[in-house]
């Protein structure tokens, strides 16, 4: 029997008067299938709040607290939904992560989905009940709540339709779909009626907010279709899904970041292993890094460079300074006026030139790049905080996308 599973952002729960919205338009799936989940993210912004609180009392929260205490806001906009729905006549109830099956690993903020056991949520279905999940949490052999990271109720809503063999997953949001670029910097960027994964991946990795890129990485991998739509209007949105159409532009969407700082290790030895235990010291702390960049001096110093994002810099900083101690380094130096604007499209693999047209633009632009990597379906460059407007309507112009 078809399931329907949706998933509200923050700002789609944002008040009282939003969630009787968002009731009013889950009974409106209700009478469509009878068998609806829906995932909920906290109310507007209190996550901020609650992480607002933790560092006024430590600027690195322990891990395990860190997860028991904003795991809450969810729990919060779970219930109220629940609530409402109930109060309107229907049989609704409210489940945590852990009671909806959801396990993860053991590591806390950012703990990866291993199973879900749906078992629970199909009882309450069988009972006619419209069931709330609280997204981006779960919890872990130890029975211990974790969190699934920044926009992790994206994930949570892939998962739970993944594992309730639902088609496809509706993530309602405050925008109206997917977009060229961001269209609050870029006035004249366009909605993508239909985007495949692999691009839809690469977007959100690179800071296109709308979806978790673990999300879209799911859906990928179960072939569930994602249906990015307005919560305030009744548009048909954006889909994410594999996509045969023929490709017209080399390039389909364009992100910026400016939430990226770069680190350096300076005058290390230049000798086999010693990036490998950089990198291996990082990846034990859980950062993830990008822009990674070596270069050798004299043929003896060995200098290594990398972006983290900004909520990890004081962790991999630490995590440096200790390894640079450790190799012999004199010196770790931060920028923080990074930003990294990138450039996506499959239709790059079989057009030559569009690195060479992107950096000619940024050059005449007067805008120096910092770093560059570069994938087949993705081109990304470092560059100053303050050239992040003036580089994205320009790039946005130059590859034809204010344009049908």
Not at 81 to 104: E, P, Y
Not at 265 to 288: E, M, R
Not at 316 to 335: C, F, I, P, W, Y
């Amino acid at each position: 029997m078809l399931i329907t599973v949706q998933k509200y952002g923050g700002t789609s729960v944002g008040s009282p008067e939003k969630i009787q919205h968002v009731a009013d338009r889950v009974i409106h799936a209700y009478h469509k299938t009878k068998r609806v989940v829906v995932v909920v993210s906290a109310m507007g912004s209190a996550t901020d709040v609650l992480i607002g609180l933790a560092k006024q009392l430590s600027l690195v929260p322990d891990p395990r607290e860190y997860d028991a205490l904003i795991s809450t806001g969810e729990n919060v906009s779970a219930a109220l939904l629940s609530m409402a729905l109930i109060q309107k006549g229907f049989s609704a109830i409210s489940l945590t992560g852990a009671q909806a099956g959801i396990l993860t690993e053991s590591t806390h903020m950012r703990a990866k989905i291993l199973t879900v056991d749906p078992s629970r949520i199909h009882d309450e279905l069988s009972k006619d009940r419209i069931v709330v999940v609280t997204g981006f949490q779960g919890v872990n052999t130890l029975g211990e709540v974790t969190t699934i990271g920044r926009g992790g109720s994206d994930t949570s809503a892939v998962v739970l339709a993944a594992a309730l063999n639902a088609k496809n997953c509706e993530i309602f949001t405050d925008v109206e779909g997917i977009y060229t670029t961001d269209p609050r910097e870029v006035s004249l960027a366009r909605k993508i009626p239909e985007i495949s994964y692999d691009e839809m991946l690469e977007l959100a990795s690179l800071g296109a907010g709308v979806l978790h890129p673990r999300a879209v990485e799911c859906g990928k991998q179960h072939g569930v279709h994602i249906h990015v739509r307005s919560t305030f209007k009744p548009d048909q949105g954006s889909w994410v899904k594999e996509t045969n159409m023929e490709v017209s532009k080399p390039v389909t969407g364009i992100t910026a970041s400016e939430e990226q700082v770069i680190l350096s290790i300076l005058n290390l030895s230049h000798t086999p292993g010693v990036a490998g235990q950089v990198f291996q010291a990082l990846a034990d702390a859980g950062i993830n890094v990008d822009m990674i960049v070596q270069s050798v001096e004299n043929g003896s110093q060995n200098h290594i460079s990398f972006s983290v994002h900004e909520e990890d810099v004081l962790k991999a900083k630490m995590v440096s300074e200790k390894m640079a101690a450790l190799l012999g380094s004199n010196q770790v130096v931060l920028d923080e006026d990074v930003s990294k604007i990138s450039i996506v499209g499959v239709g790059m693999i079989s057009r030559p030139g569009i690195a060479a047209k992107m950096f000619s633009t940024l050059g005449n632009l007067g805008i120096n790049i910092k770093r560059i990597t570069t994938s087949e379906i993705k081109i990304s460059c470092a560059i100053s905080r303050k050239d992040t407007k003036k580089a994205l309507e320009t790039l946005h112009h130059v590859f034809d996308l204010d344009r049908v």
